[in-house]
């Protein structure tokens, strides 16, 4: 049954009297008093925030492999490709390639970046020696030093390693005064301020953070936070998550897109397309017609239907 309605006909039914303006004031301070009272009860919800001197402090020998990957070129940063680097394809899906076509907008070095810069506003003489020998040496010395100091770092799993055959170069010193710098708090400043005045841009502080598989895939995992643990969705301790993105979530938890190198193409992929396919609905020839053949909002709005 298809209803018109005249918009020039009055209003003929009931009226009601509604202020607004009083209705959301007293929303407001409801809710204002609601939020400020259980604050004060229950602080907040949020887990304090990973940073590299918490890093740094909590798991020393973990932060120092870390870091001499950088050097070394081997941390999943210095191998990301786009929109870092060149170092890397990126993830692509078939023609679809993403991270290529955007290319490198936020060119980083991660050597440079987030160890030798950083490190080179040291007051440390040792240091600033260190960085003067790693600097004047060539690309293939530096890789030399930084792959047999962080293969012998892995290999003891301790913070620091003995050069007894002398073939670390600088980088025992190098790691040393970085990992002193982040368990004062100091390389996190000099990272988020790099390349602002103030320390506002935390991507190079995040990526050197992520590159740890130890201490911060051990944290993201503790938390729920993985992507194979629904960790898109999830919230730190009990509280409620995201459950809008259940959809999106639920795709990292199937294969062969749980491991998969592409994932994340491939799921952007999907979810574009199935967006896009619910908005066209509309001017779908057959999709369009399913609420007719199953009225399923007549069920919804019987109370409506009943009256018409």
Partial sequence: MKLMVDPSKKWSGPYRKYDII???????????????????LFSSPDEPALTLKSWAREAPADFALVATTELAGTSGSATYGPPYNSNGNGQHWGPIKLQDWAGVRIPIDPANDFVIKPLSESTSQSALSAIATWKSASSKNQIAWATAYADALEKSGKEKVADETNSYGPVPEIIDSLASMAKSGELDGALAASDTNLPTNFTKPLLFL?????????????????????????????????TWLWLFSFWYQVEPFKSSDNADTIIMTIMGMLTLSLALVPVLPVIRKIPYKIPIHRIIWKEWYRKQ
Avoid: C, R
């Fill in 22 to 40: 009083k209705e959301g004031v007293i929303a407001v301070v409801i809710v204002a008093f609601l939020a400020g009272l259980l604050s004060i």
């Fill in 210 to 242: 992520a590159d740890s598989e130890g201490y911060f895939g051990e944290k993201a995992t503790a938390e729920h936070l993985q992507g194979d643990q629904w960790g898109v969705m999830n919230e730190t301790g009990s509280w409620p998550g995201q």
